[in-house]
């Protein structure tokens, strides 16, 4: 096995790593402060990368600055499904809210399929159209791109809670919902903007990788199940465990597919995974409870 | 059962074993999906239903009862009449593997969701990425309208099998919910501890019911192959095919007999009109973001299904 | 042969040290009271005896057999029932239906399970409602429910959790009637209790936990003047007052 073989691979993961961390820290937010697992995950990614293709090719926006536009509108949508649609069913049992999300989702996902058709499509972003060499390796600049903006949302995110006013709510109402409300926030607010910051993570990176990878209505539910993976590997409910494990896991698929063979490269994700869940259902980084 | 409910009972039994002197192909066919889907939701329904160990991973079980048909078929000359046993079988050790792991390990809710995903998930790679079953082209079964073969030339024989799976899984749930192991199901779903703390192996029994809906779904399987002459991993093992799984026992109502079944009579029809009237404006999968928008009203507004206010309006007493 | 020994149990959850070696018994067809101000240990102690935890360290022996790797369910077989702090009731089946569950363990046959579900319904005065849904019971009901499940399980050993919080004068009373006709038939129960009327006259030995560990043991009359049994209630100033 050629060492530039696994370099590449393991830098090929680490650059896409952006990615997946961005998807889960969106899904771990909406289940760290909600407890709701949001099942149109990934349908909401699709509409991402689709509005960043509307972008481009009717408005000549590219993907790189498009980006905003779609974390923005999905930004919206979250907040409104959250207000109107989750928000009734917040202590209902899980399975009603993981019915619920899967109804999103095959919304989500089917509008879609109506409106763009089945055929998978692509966005050419003029950012992105070179590659760099770093000695024997070599750097797709897109991807590239894409890592540095990933890893700058999610920064920006961290940030967000940490150190605005908003973003502390946030973490108040994830911490303790009662005592929250008790202290006079408007919880049901918190939990729409959470929300709808989750969507919009995962909207941005829905576009983000949109120049990269072909995509189409059907990817939905699967991108869902792979932020699952991530966010049980990482640890439900923490931020650093699902960007670390979003790079986790995208540098083992990257060398599964090295090592194994490209098809089964989410075979490796999938282990990972089922292992946590048997093993150490906290994750790497998550608390119990 | 009161006599209003034997009466109503019987007349749609009779009405449905007589509708193929009367339906042409075209119509039938729309049966035999409403009954086939029928069968699988009351599969499911035993172990997500009555036992609320919610399974987003059933079609699992219809892949591997599917593809163990198919290649005894194929390679071995063996009737899918005889096949379909062993596909069950298989489909049940899947059941037993990823029940035993879930349960043992006190898996519940989101997580054992997560894992029945993560199974079906792994078999379709396995089958797409191994050659002898076909690998991502698949397997295509040939036509031959020989009953031994669990094919028929019209509509009408894939009906009686249709309409047979559905009663023989009705059937069983309704045996079950009467027994021992219904009971004990139904307290498991209701509340886990409670049960455990009067003497509910809980362990033991949520794998019961997961092996037993396991083996009833991969008996499907074989009707599947031969039905649709199609097996493709992306289609067989597929997400899609989960949810359609869920979808009917959910909205008609999950945990209740008729539930499955009265869930298949709502969506199965709304796909043949969307089909029929939407494809020809050239929008595909319209049906679903129907199944999409019910799926919403229903846990939001008739969180237990249509069936419960239907049997209470026609007066069958509690939906049972 | 005490029903039920207990041997220097100990359990710690992360930084709390929950019990602290503790030791007590029951007699077959001896009430006991377990008593203590909150966070004594008392509820996870239950859940030591009815195997939803294991012990760090220590022993627990019912009839003589040691329950450790038991799982409630087997504990239930042999004889040990309990009931919850929160009432669990099913709430989507019916009395009947709640309460078969719980006669299952004995009956041979589910029609046997149903004759008996309706026998220990109607002890527990819950006949008339045997075909209603559990969500509809009132609180006092509920807890009336969860007392007859735990009963048709025919258990040697009941648990009792604060069976009687929540309830007024009027309920307590019919619970603690319940208790004594209960215990009438032969079956030995542990419970804990925070109202001090019904302890004190239902039992006859009382033990007292305070921070993890037994602080004082006897007739429910001298228990009552322990010093010590005050100062863990009450506080130092009030011993004296006492």
Redesign the interface.
């Known amino acids: 096995m050629d060492l530039t073989f696994v370099v590449q691979g393991l830098l090929n993961g680490l650059l896409f790593g952006g990615v997946y961390s961005l998807m889960a820290v969106g899904l771990t937010l909406i289940f760290g402060v909600m407890r709701v697992i949001n099942f149109a995950h990934g349908d909401m990614m699709i509409w991402g990368m689709y509005l960043a293709w509307l972008l481009a090719t009717r408005l000549g926006v590219d993907p790189y600055l498009g980006f905003v536009a779609c974390a923005a509108v999905l930004f919206v949508f979250g907040f409104l499904v959250q207000r109107s649609l989750v928000d009734r069913i917040v202590d209902a049992p899980h399975e009603m809210q993981i019915l619920l999300m899967l109804g999103v989702a095959l919304v989500l996902e089917n509008v879609a399929l109506s409106i763009f058709g089945p055929d998978p499509r692509r966005v050419r972003s003029p950012l992105a159209l070179s590659t760099v060499w770093l000695g024997p390796v070599f750097v797709d600049v897109a991807r590239l791109v894409t890592f540095g903006v990933a890893v700058g949302l999610t920064l920006a995110l961290y940030l967000f809670l940490t150190r605005t006013d908003v973003g502390k709510t946030v973490r108040a109402a994830a911490d303790n919902g009662y005592g929250a409300l008790v202290v006079g926030i408007d919880v049901r607010r918190v939990y729409a903007v959470a929300f709808g910051v989750g969507a919009a993570c995962v909207g941005a990176a829905g576009a983000l990788v949109a120049p990269i990878l072909p995509f189409s209505p059907s990817a939905g539910l699967t991108a869902s199940v792979s932020s699952f993976n991530i966010v049980i590997i990482g640890g439900m409910g923490s931020l650093v465990g699902a960007f670390v494990g979003g790079l986790l896991v995208a540098v083992a698929e990257s060398l599964g597919a090295v090592f194994f063979s490209p098809s089964l490269k989410e075979l490796v994700s999938f282990s990972l995974m089922i292992l946590i869940l048997l093993f150490r259902p906290t994750g790497l980084f998550g608390r119990r409870g | 059962m009161t006599a209003l409910h034997r009466g109503l009972l019987g007349a749609a039994l009779a009405i449905l074993v007589a509708l193929p002197a009367v339906l042409g192909s075209r119509a039938l066919s729309v049966f035999v999906f409403i009954f086939f889907y029928a069968y699988l939701g009351q599969a499911w329904n035993l172990v997500s239903g009555y036992g609320g160990q919610l399974s987003a991973g059933h079609a699992a079980f219809v892949g591997v009862g599917a593809y163990t048909t198919t290649m005894l078929a194929m390679h071995a000359g063996v009737s899918p009449w005889l096949g379909m046993f062993a596909g069950a079988a298989l489909a049940a050790l899947l059941g037993a593997v990823v029940g035993f792991l879930g349960f043992r390990f006190g898996l519940r809710g989101f997580y054992f969701v997560l894992l029945t995903v993560a199974a079906a998930e792994v078999c379709r790679i396995v089958a797409l990425n191994t050659d002898a079953v076909g690998g991502a082209v698949g397997l295509y079964i040939p036509f031959t309208g020989n009953a031994w073969q669990l094919q028929f030339q019209d509509n009408r024989g894939y009906y009686y099998v249709a309409l047979a799976l559905m009663l023989l899984a009705t059937g069983v749930v309704a045996l079950v919910e009467r027994s021992r192991l219904g009971a004990y199901l139904m307290a498991i779903r209701e509340d886990e501890d409670a049960a455990e703390a009067l003497g509910v192996d809980t362990l033991r029994y949520k794998l019961v019911a997961l092996v037993l809906s396991a083996f009833l779904t991969g008996l499907g399987g074989a009707f599947y192959a031969n039905y649709l002459f199609s097996l493709q991993p992306n289609a067989v093992f597929g997400i899609p095919l989960s949810v359609d799984i869920i979808l009917r026992p959910v909205v008609g109502g999950s945990g209740t007999l008729m539930g499955p079944i009265l869930g298949s009579f709502i969506l199965s029809p709304l796909a043949e009109l969307s089909r029929t009237y939407f494809a020809r404006a050239g929008l595909v999968g319209t049906h679903l973001v129907a199944y999409g928008l019910l799926l919403i009203a229903v846990v939001l507004f008739l969180p237990r299904g249509a069936y419960p206010p239907l049997a209470r309006a026609l007066g069958l007493g509690r939906p049972r | 042969m005490p029903l039920l020994e207990v041997r220097d149990v100990e359990k710690r959850f992360g930084g709390l040290q929950a019990l602290a070696g503790v030791s007590l018994t029951v007699e077959a067809g001896e009430i006991v009271g377990l008593i203590g101000p909150n966070g004594a240990g008392k509820t996870t102690l239950f859940h030591l005896v009815?195997g939803?935890l294991a012990p760090d360290r220590g022993t627990v022996r019912l009839a003589g057999e040691p329950t450790a790797g038991l799982?409630?369910?087997?504990l239930?077989?042999r004889g040990l029932?309990?009931t919850?702090q929160i009432v669990?009731?099913?709430?989507?089946?019916t009395v009947l239906?709640n309460v078969?569950?719980?006669a299952?363990?004995r009956a041979s046959r589910?029609a046997e399970?149903t004759a008996r579900a309706r026998e220990v319904a109607a002890f527990v005065g819950l006949g008339a409602k045997a075909d209603q849904p559990a969500r509809t019971l009132t609180l006092a009901e509920r807890k009336r429910l969860e007392l007859a499940?735990?009963l048709?399980?025919e258990p040697r050993l009941l648990l009792l959790d604060e069976v009687m919080a929540g309830l007024n004068p009027t309920e307590t009373g019919q619970v603690l009637e319940l208790c004594r006709r209960i215990n009438a038939r032969g079956v030995a129960i542990l419970l804990i209790e925070h109202v001090m009327r019904a302890v004190m006259t239902l039992s006859h030995r009382v033990v007292v936990l305070s921070q993890g560990r037994l602080i004082a043991e006897g007739a429910p009359a001298a228990v009552a003047g322990d010093r010590r049994v005050i100062e863990a209630y009450l506080g130092e100033e009030y011993v004296d007052q006492a």
Do not use: D, I, N, W
């Not at chain 3, 799982?71 to 087997?74: C, E, G, K």
């Not at chain 3, 669990?88 to 089946?93: H, I, R, S, T």
């Open positions: 009815s939803f799982r409630p369910h087997a239930c077989q029932a309990r919850f669990k009731p099913f709430q989507a089946l239906e078969r569950v719980g299952l363990v589910y399970a499940r735990a048709a399980t």
